[in-house]
């Protein structure tokens, strides 16, 4: 993307911190202590200073699920789009790739499959992304779903990405 930023005339800055979801930044303390990591909780009023201090035009964030365990709510990612809304211009979400339920490994289906069609799965739409792209909607916030890049048009995709 630098080639791309610099004809352009533009900046592309990652401000991100590996498995901790921007979604939780809406949500109450006691929901973070519990859902996502310490270094996680920590980063996050760091993150937001940064992203004041920058002034950015656009803000990009990832609908990665990361260690989300359920206790997370529409109201917490509302919350935490009007907090990103409010630091630039524009910020969009970029949808996960397709997530599967825990199994069995991709390779192990493979070693035993000689049809490697018997190793792709359906699609499994967790909870959270529909309620990350209901709140996108609701805030005017476009999100850009994954799964066209990955999976056919009948929602059958690859067991790992």
């Known amino acids: 993307l630098s080639p791309l930023a610099k ?3 533009f900046k592309i800055l990652s401000q991100a911190r590996g498995s901790c979801p921007w979604f939780a930044t809406g949500a ?25 201090d920058l002034k950015p035009d656009i803000i990009v964030l990832h609908s990665g699920q990361g260690i989300y365990d359920g206790n997370l709510t529409k109201a917490d990612v509302a919350s935490a789009l009007k907090i990103y809304k409010s630091l630039a211009k524009k910020v969009v979400v970029i949808g996960d790739n397709p997530t599967f339920p825990r199994g069995p490994n991709p390779q192990d289906c493979l070693d035993r499959e000689p049809d490697t069609r018997k190793c792709v799965k359906n699609e499994n739409t967790w909870s959270l992304t529909q ?3 209901d709140e996108c909607k609701t805030a005017g916030v476009p999100y850009v779903p994954m799964r066209d890049f990955f999976c056919t048009d009948n929602h059958r995709c690859p067991m790992q990405i």
């Open 131 to 133: 309620f990350i792209i």
């Open 28 to 52: 109450p303390p006691e929901v973070n202590t519990k859902c996502f990591r310490p270094i996680c909780v920590d980063f996050q009023p760091v993150l937001l200073q940064r992203l004041k």
């Open 7 to 9: 004809r352009h005339n």
